[in-house]
T-cell receptor, first 111, second 112 residues
């Protein structure tokens, strides 16, 4: 069945460092891909999405490119801030009814 | 506007008790989803409604779990005879289109 694998955390970086969180997927067909973020004490929020191969999703300085050849959707940000500390979930949707999530990566940014 | 709301935010139940978790979706959203999120894991799909019709319940872990949305708006997830393994955060999401699901804050259920 469809699945998402993302790098385990926690990831701890200093402010202004470069961030990459790896995500790969397995799916039949052509799924849409997402990154969701869960800030402390808050609900899940959609961070960015890409619906077809080679699409780049971007938001709040974060980017991810849908790579069909490597079945990947890695999340990147050039300069992280303390306020980016959260749990990040890679996810896919290949049917009408459900989103399949990875297990999450906790990111902590040191001032 | 108001987002998805869920109540209660926290629920403690003794093993064997029945619980009911409520979800108020964003007004006008046709689709409603329930997910279960165990500690340290990503959310896992439970069930999906389009209006009042339950179109997919493939993720419900056992027949103790039951969801309804009788008027196509508010939804209730009911768990009968709760077990310790039911302890999790239960998330509700709603959407106009399936790719843009908006999540509520969740209900944290602890079964003792």
């Amino acid at each position: 069945g469809d699945s998402v694998t993302q790098m385990e955390g926690p990831v701890t970086l200093s402010e202004e460092a470069f961030l990459t969180i790896n995500c790969t997927y397995t799916a039949t067909g052509y799924p849409s891909l997402f990154w969701y973020v869960q800030y402390p004490g808050e609900g899940l929020q959609l961070l960015l999405k890409a619906t077809k191969a080679d699409d780049k999703g971007s938001n709040k300085g974060f980017e991810a490119t849908y790579r069909k050849e490597t079945t990947s959707f890695h999340l990147e940000k050039g300069s992280v801030q303390v306020s980016d500390s959260a749990v990040y979930f890679c996810a896919l949707n290949s049917s009408a009814s459900k989103i399949i999530f990875g297990s999450g990566t906790r990111l902590s940014i040191r001032p | 506007g108001a987002g998805v709301s869920q109540s209660p935010r926290y629920k403690v139940a003794k093993r064997g008790q029945d619980v009911a978790l409520r979800c108020d979706p964003i007004s006008g959203h046709v689709s409603l989803f329930w997910y279960q999120q165990a500690l340290g894991q990503g959310p896992e799909f439970l069930t999906y409604f389009q209006n009042e019709a339950q179109l997919d319940k493939s993720g419900l872990p056992s027949d103790r779990f039951f969801a309804e949305r009788p008027e196509g708006s508010v939804s209730t997830l009911k768990i009968q005879r709760t077990q310790q393994e039911d302890s999790a955060v239960y998330l509700c999401a709603s959407s106009l289109e399936v790719y843009e699901q908006y999540f509520g804050p969740g209900t944290r259920l602890t079964v003792t």
